[in-house]
């Protein structure tokens, strides 16, 4: 069974950056398509971006375009989320999860297209 542990979180100001990490363990195939999501209190999970099982897939949120980089390394079996000028609005529990594909597909913003998720890592971003 797939299984994913996010770390690198933490209180940052306006402008600052944070690299978030993902780490996958507990699966046989190396077709694994890594999905990043937040959800801020009182709002619903938002997807954030997507990664396929090569790297040639990457999709992003309009609202993190230009700002937020995802990245895997397979032989580490972990993929990174670089976030960089971050807003007060990135404030959120980020969460990474996975399914089993090459491509992230034209729905990897949905999170009912993912089978594992980790526990998530709070991302505050604040003076």
């Known amino acids: 069974q797939l299984q994913l542990v996010e770390s690198g979180g933490g209180l940052v100001q306006p402008g600052g950056s944070l690299r978030l990490s993902c780490a996958a363990s507990?699966?046989?195939?190396?077709?694994?398509?890594i999905g990043w999501f937040r959800q801020a209190p009182g709002k619903e999970r938002e997807g954030v971006s997507c990664?396929?099982?090569?790297?040639?897939?990457?999709n992003y949120a309009d609202s993190v375009k230009g700002r937020f980089t995802v990245s895997r390394d397979n032989a580490k079996n972990t993929v990174y989320l670089q976030m960089n000028s971050l807003k007060p609005e990135d404030t959120a529990v980020y969460y990474c999860t996975g399914r089993s594909g090459n491509w992230c597909g034209s729905r990897w913003y949905d999170p009912n297209e993912y089978i594992s998720w980790g526990q998530g890592t709070q991302v505050t971003v604040s003076s």
């Open positions: 507990g699966f046989t195939s190396n077709y694994i398509a």
């Open positions: 990664i396929g099982s090569s790297a040639l897939s990457t």
